[in-house]
C-alpha cells in the first residue's frame, strides 16, 4: 500500500507576479455554482435551512421593521420618516436578494422567485431619476439615523460614515447575483444606472474620494464583467487608489483603512470587515490590471493576517471596539469580536488569493474558517444569530449586541443577512479549473459537471467529511479525455493547524495519507500542495484519497497571552469546544497532559454531531460551530492543562 507521510512539509510559495500575467481576468475560475449539485450530509441541511427558514424569516423581519416601506417613502408614494437606525438598512435586502437568487438555482421556488420580483420593484421605486440610490437620504439627508453618523447636505459628504457607496456596492453584488441566476434585467438595470451615476461623479477633475465602508470596488468589478464596460473596473481601481491620498481628500484615518496608499499598508489595522472587503478589491484590480505593487502588497497583508493576527477558527477581529484588528498577538478569548461578516470577507479574499496563484494554504484558511468561525453564526433553527464570535464565554458577559447567546436580530442586522448571501453560493467554493487542470478544494458530497478539453465531464463526489476521511470522486468524461486532476490535501492532514506560526500540533502523530486510482494505491505526487494525477481518463475512473483523521491537540504562541498552557482540540478541520450545559462546574475543569478522547455521537436538536470525551478529565467536547444552541452557559475553545 502506498502512502504519504508527512513529518513535515515546507509550503512553496508561488509568486502571484508570475501567475497574473497568464489571463485577461484571474487564470484560476471556480466552477460555477449552477454546475455544482449538493447532495452532503453536513452541507445541505444548513443550506437548507436558509433556504426554507432563514430567508423566510429576514424577509419578514424586513417587512416588520420598514425596510421596503423605505423605499417607498423615499420614492414619494408614501409619507414618513426613515425607519431603522442604520443608514445602511438598505442593504440587508439587496443581501438577501443575492442569497435568494442563489438558492433558486439549486431549489427553485415561483413563490420566492415571485416575491423577490416584487421587492426589486419596491427598489425600483426608491431609485432617484438620475440613478441615486441610498434611502436614508432621499428622505431626510439631515437624518443618517444612528448618532455616529454624520447630517449631510449633499450626497457623499461624509462618505467616511455614512454609507453611501456602500449601499452602491451591495446592490452591484446582488444585481449581479439575480442577473446570473435567474437571467432577469431588472434589477441589474436599476444597479447599472446607478454605477453609472457613480461614473459621471467621480473621477480626475470630479469627486476623489473613496468609500468609507469598501465593497463597491468589488460590486464594480462584478458589473464590468456582465458588461466589459472599462469605467466601472477603472472606477473600482480609483476607489482602491485615492485611498491614503492627501491630494484627493481628507484622509478618514487608520479605522477606514485611509492612513497610506492600499500598496504601501504592510498591517491589517481597522474595521476588519472592511478592510478584508477591500483587500478582495485588490486582488481583483492585481489579477485584471496585472499589477505588481498590489500584488505585493496583498501578499504581505495577508502574511499579516495569518501569521499575527487569526483565530484558531479561522476568525479575525479582536476588538469589539470598532469591531477592529488588534495588536500583533492580540487575540483574546471571552472578548475576542471575530465578526460573522469578517468571516464571510476572509473567504471570499482566500479565494481570490487562490485564483490567483493556485496555492492550497489559502484553500486551508478558507475551509478552517468556514467549518469554524464562519458557521458558527448561524444557529441549528436558522432564525438565531451571533455577530461576534468569541471563543470563550463566562455565561455572563453580553458579547452578542446586548446578550450572551444567539440573538433573533439585531438594529445593525449586516451578519445574517451576510449568512444569507453567502451559504447558499458556496457550491461554487468546491472546485476549480485553470484550462486542461481540475482542482479539487473542499469536500462534500456532489455531481459536478464540467468542461476539459471540449468534453464535458462529470464529477461524482462522495464523502462523509469532516466526520472521517474517505473521499472518492467518480470521473465520468463524454469520451476519454487527457486531463491534470488536483486533489487538495488539507494542511490539517500535514500537521499544519494554519500557514504561518501561530498555532502548532503538539501530539506526536504523523499524519497519512492513502491515494487510490480505480482501487490501485498510488504514490502521491505533490504540487504545491495537491495530489497530481495526469493521466487520460475513461468513464467510472475512481479516484479515493483517505485522509488521516485523528484527534490533535493545538498550542498556541506563547506570546498569546490568553492561551498560555491551554490546548485547543481539533478533529479534521473542526474545532471543539466545552461547554457547560455537558460539563458542570466547566469554569474549574482543566486537560491532564496526556489526555485520550473517545467519539461518540449525540442530538444537539436536529443535528447529529460527533463529540469527544476525555478519557481522564471526563469533559465532553462538541464542535465550535454548534454551541449557545442549547441555553446560556459557559464555553471554552481553549483548555487548561494540569498535571495530575
Known amino acids: 500500500m502506498k502512502s504519504l507521510i508527512f513529518p513535515f512539509l515546507a509550503l512553496v510559495w508561488m509568486g502571484c507576479e508570475r501567475q497574473v500575467t497568464q489571463s485577461p481576468d484571474y487564470p484560476i475560475s471556480s466552477v460555477d455554482v449552477k454546475d455544482v449539485e449538493i447532495h452532503d450530509r453536513f452541507w445541505l441541511p444548513i443550506i437548507k435551512t436558509v433556504q426554507d427558514s432563514t430567508i423566510p424569516y429576514a424577509l419578514m423581519k424586513c417587512e416588520q421593521e420598514g425596510r421596503m416601506e423605505n423605499f417607498l417613502i423615499a420614492g414619494g408614494q408614501k409619507p414618513g420618516k426613515k425607519h431603522g437606525k442604520m443608514p445602511f438598512d438598505d442593504t440587508d435586502l439587496y443581501k438577501i436578494i443575492e442569497g435568494a437568487s442563489y438558492s433558486l438555482i439549486s431549489a427553485p421556488n415561483p413563490h420566492l422567485e415571485a416575491y423577490v420580483d416584487s421587492v426589486i420593484q419596491i427598489i425600483k421605486v426608491g431609485q432617484e431619476p438620475d440613478g ?47 442577473y446570473w441566476a435567474t437571467g432577469k434585467r431588472h434589477f441589474l438595470d436599476i444597479a447599472l ?32 464583467r456582465i458588461t466589459n464596460n472599462p469605467d466601472y473596473l477603472n472606477l473600482a481601481k480609483n476607489y482602491l487608489d485615492w485611498r491614503g491620498d492627501t491630494a484627493t481628500h481628507q484622509l478618514y484615518g487608520l479605522y477606514a483603512q485611509d492612513h497610506l496608499p492600499v500598496t504601501r499598508q504592510t498591517q491589517a489595522v481597522g474595521h476588519a470587515v472592511r478592510a478584508v472587503y477591500m483587500y478582495a478589491g485588490m486582488t481583483d484590480v492585481a489579477a485584471i490590471f496585472k499589477d505588481s505593487t498590489y500584488c505585493m502588497a496583498i501578499d504581505t497583508l495577508w502574511n499579516n493576517v495569518v501569521n499575527y493576527k487569526t483565530y484558531i477558527t479561522g476568525g479575525i477581529g479582536a476588538r469589539h471596539e470598532g469591531e477592529m484588528f488588534g495588536e500583533n498577538y492580540e487575540l483574546p478569548n471571552l472578548t475576542a469580536y471575530s465578526e460573522t ?19 492550497v494554504q489559502y484553500i486551508d484558511v478558507l475551509e478552517r ?119 487538495r490535501i488539507p494542511g490539517w492532514a500535514q500537521n499544519i493547524v494554519l500557514p504561518g506560526q501561530l498555532y502548532q500540533y503538539i501530539d506526536e502523530v504523523t499524519p497519512k495519507v492513502e491515494l487510490f486510482v480505480n482501487g490501485k494505491s498510488e504514490a502521491i505526487v505533490l504540487e504545491n500542495g495537491y495530489a497530481t494525477l495526469s493521466r487520460k481518463w475513461e468513464r467510472g475512473d475512481v479516484v479515493e484519497i483517505n485522509l488521516p483523521f485523528e484527534v490533535r491537540k493545538v498550542a498556541s504562541a506563547p506570546v498569546i497571552v490568553d492561551n498560555q498552557n491551554k490546548v485547543a482540540i481539533e478533529y479534521g478541520p473542526i474545532v471543539f469546544c466545552a461547554e457547560e450545559v455537558d460539563n458542570p462546574g466547566l469554569k474549574e475543569r482543566f486537560l491532564t497532559p496526556d ?50
Open 595 to 644: 489526555e485520550g478522547f473517545s467519539i461518540s455521537q449525540m442530538s444537539i436538536h436536529s443535528v447529529e454531531s460527533p463529540v469527544l470525551k476525555g478519557n481522564r478529565s471526563g469533559l465532553t467536547l462538541i464542535p465550535y460551530h454548534l454551541w449557545s444552541n442549547r441555553g446560556v452557559g459557559r464555553m471554552k475553545v481553549w483548555l487548561p492543562v494540569h498535571g495530575d
Open 341 to 359: 461578516c469578517a468571516a464571510i470577507g476572509s473567504v471570499h479574499w482566500n479565494q481570490r488569493m487562490f485564483q490567483l496563484t493556485g496555492n
Open 132 to 178: 441615486y440610490l441610498s434611502t436614508w437620504f432621499s428622505i431626510d439627508p439631515s437624518n443618517p439615523g444612528i448618532e455616529w453618523f454624520k447630517p449631510s447636505k449633499e450626497r457623499w459628504d461624509h462618505e467616511d460614515m455614512n454609507h453611501e457607496l456602500y449601499n452602491c456596492g451591495h446592490l452591484f453584488e446582488a444585481a449581479a447575483a439575480h
Open 369 to 487: 474558517t468556514l467549518y469554524n468561525g464562519l458557521i458558527a453564526g448561524l444557529s441549528i433553527d436558522g432564525k438565531k444569530f451571533f455577530y461576534p464570535n468569541p471563543l470563550e464565554s463566562d455565561g455572563t458577559y453580553t458579547f452578542n449586541h446586548g446578550a450572551c447567546t444567539r440573538s433573533p436580530w439585531f438594529d445593525c442586522s449586516c451578519c445574517p443577512t451576510n449568512l444569507i448571501r453567502f451559504i447558499p453560493s458556496l457550491p461554487s467554493l468546491i472546485y476549480a479549473q485553470q484550462d486542461d487542470r481540475l482542482f479539487v478544494n473542499l469536500f462534500m458530497a456532489n455531481k459536478a459537471k464540467v468542461t476539459i478539453r471540449k468534453q464535458n465531464v462529470e464529477i461524482i463526489q462522495k464523502t462523509d467529511y469532516p466526520n472521517s476521511g474517505p473521499v472518492v470522486l467518480e470521473v465520468n468524461p463524454q469520451k476519454s479525455t487527457e486531463f491534470t486532476m488536483l486533489v
Open 193 to 224: 444606472k446607478n454605477a453609472d451615476l457613480l461614473v459621471a461623479n467621480f473621477g480626475p477633475g470630479k469627486l476623489q474620494i473613496p468609500p468609507g465602508h469598501q465593497i463597491v470596488e468589488t460590486g464594480l468589478v462584478k458589473l464590468y
